[in-house]
């Protein structure tokens, strides 16, 4: 394939993955539904996060996440453990998710038995800021043990979403402080909601509770 029709072929696939994800918000929304896309780096407490959440939320809410990850059911699994309802989405080599993949799992349920959606995108600061599911709200999350510029070197994922979490504060410390790392999310977008946590002894989860509009 030419180069040129390579970009053609690139503008087309997001055309058609925004067109549908659109599509997801819109029933989302008409049937009340909560949908949240957790993204974040490879092992920044993602899915630590979302146990808390399911074990905080399962007992008021009915809660569904679609995990997202290159192999193994290991995060499904965990949050399950937690009370959420859960299905793994394994993309083979896949770097994201996407619209299709995500209406691929709700076609297969009916969306009025829960009440709140989480999908946790497969880890890494890059593919998923370009691919929109069709959430509601975006989370970006980053732990403190990636080092000082982690925010500052990837701010097109901190853009795409609308809450940035800073992880591991129970490690802070490392020769900066978690501060720095908040700082820099606040300057990335106005009005960016910036919450630092430890998925490890529940710092800030009753706070991003609050910030995802959850009742509890
Ligand atoms: N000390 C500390 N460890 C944490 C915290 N959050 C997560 N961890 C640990 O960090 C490791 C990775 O956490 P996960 O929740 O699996 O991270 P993830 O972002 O879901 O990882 P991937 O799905 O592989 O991208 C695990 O060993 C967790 O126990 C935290 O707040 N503090
Ligand atoms: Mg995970």
């Known amino acids: 394939m030419s180069p040129e029709k390579k970009v053609v072929v690139k503008k087309l696939a997001y055309q058609v993955n925004d067109e549908l994800a659109d599509k997801i918000r819109e029933v989302m929304k008409s049937k009340n539904k909560l949908f949240f896309n957790m993204m974040g780096s490879i092992g920044s407490g993602k899915t630590l996060i979302l146990e808390r959440l399911a074990a ?17 059911t290991i995060d499904a699994d965990r949050i399950a453990k937690q009370g959420a309802t859960t299905v793994q989405i394994n993309t083979g080599g896949g770097c994201h998710l996407s619209a299709k993949l995500i209406q691929n799992e709700l076609d297969k349920i009916n969306i009025d038995d829960y009440d709140i959606f989480i999908a946790e995108n497969v880890g890494n600061l890059i593919c998923p ?5 069709g959430a509601q709200l975006n989370i970006t999350v980053v732990s403190i043990t990636e080092g000082e510029y982690v925010v500052k070197k990837h701010p097109i994922i901190f853009k795409s979403a609308e809450i940035a979490i800073i992880n591991k504060c129970d490690l802070d410390g490392l020769g900066f402080n978690s501060d720095v790392l908040a700082e820099d999310a606040a300057k990335i977008k ?8 430890s998925a ?17």
């Not at 106005?190 to 946590?197: A, D």
């Not at 490890?200 to 989860?205: E, L, R, S, V």
């Open 190 to 197: 106005s009005g960016m909601k910036v919450i630092l946590t």
């Open 56 to 72: 905080k939320l399962s007992s008021k809410y009915r809660v569904f996440v679609i995990n997202g990850d290159v192999a193994t």
């Open 200 to 216: 490890k002894t529940g710092q800030g989860i009753d706070e991003l509770i609050t910030a995802l509009g959850i009742e509890y």
């Open 129 to 133: 800021a370009a691919w929109d599911i």
